[in-house]
């Protein structure tokens, strides 16, 4: 069996907001096996099942950004060993610099993107290799998204640790402008898997039935039912996880797609894309 660690436990904890206890045994019964253990506690009916935790845990600095139109956004993620750095002003700039040329270029790829010139005679690849002598810790480009649409709005965390673009299926001055940033803090607060339950992926949603009917099983519900009781799980998970379907933060009388249209019956979301350090 792999060693437990209390940092594994730890972080266990505060993925799941499960006891201590129950991560170890988690932990324990899935042999280490992370991913499996936040499965065990769900199944078992401990875990909160919507707990959202952040995709990437090294430090860095995410940045997203428009054109002048509002029709190209982008977001880069350049990342470091410590708060220190990330919060060193130069650090910043260079990520900043690099948004800039993303935003110029729209590459198809992070590939593409690092391949790029940084400077006369320097690639964004070899600019971010020296970072690296330079500052004394890894330093690494890991992640670029864009996003093109009618509108393109962002939502940028203060502490440069978490972004967001999100794109709108109409352009409509500030009013929609406006919408669209209320909803990139919304994605951002909230972490939606997906727009709408149509393009949830497939294995979220086979993995979300199979914990219903364990919940189910273990509630003592019988075999015959176990179907029907994890859809209405399901259907309740649609509901807070993803974006149109989700309470409005601002409003939670409404959910974002009733938001939407009534400002314009037609408005909607047509993707977004989330980042957080």
Excluded: W
């Amino acid at each position: 069996m792999s060693k437990i660690s209390v940092a594994d436990i730890q972080k266990l904890r505060e993925t799941t907001g499960a006891g201590m206890m129950d991560c170890k045994k988690a932990l324990e019964e899935s042999a280490g096996d992370f991913e499996a253990a936040k499965d065990y506690l769900r199944k078992k009916g401990i875990a909160k099942a919507a707990k959202r935790e952040d995709r990437e845990a090294s430090e860095g600095v995410v940045i997203a950004q428009t054109n002048g139109g509002q029709t190209q956004g982008i977001l880069v993620a350049l990342n470091c060993e410590t708060d220190f750095v990330a919060r060193n002003e130069n650090f910043i700039a260079i990520t900043q610099k690099i948004a800039d040329i993303a935003l110029e270029n729209m590459p198809a790829s992070l590939d593409a993107l690092m391949a790029l010139p940084y400077e006369a005679g320097v690639t964004i690849a070899e600019k971010v290799g020296e970072q690296n002598g330079v500052i004394g810790e890894k330093i690494e480009l890991t992640r670029y998204e864009s996003l093109s649409a009618a509108q393109v709005l962002t939502y940028n965390h203060s502490n440069n640790k978490r972004s967001v673009l999100v794109g709108l299926n109409k352009e409509g001055g500030e009013q929609f402008a406006q919408a669209g940033r209320d909803v990139a803090m919304q994605i951002a607060a909230m972490n939606p898997v997906s727009v709408s339950k149509d393009d949830v992926d497939p294995t979220i949603i086979e993995k979300e039935m199979e914990i219903g009917k364990e919940l189910a099983r273990n509630e003592g519900k019988s075999e015959d039912m176990l179907e029907k009781i994890a859809a209405g799980r399901l259907n309740k998970f649609f509901q807070e996880n993803t974006l149109l379907s989700q309470k409005f933060v601002k409003n939670g009388d409404v959910t974002v797609e009733q938001y939407l249209k009534g400002l314009d019956k037609e408005l909607t979301v047509t993707a977004f894309k989330v980042v957080a350090l």
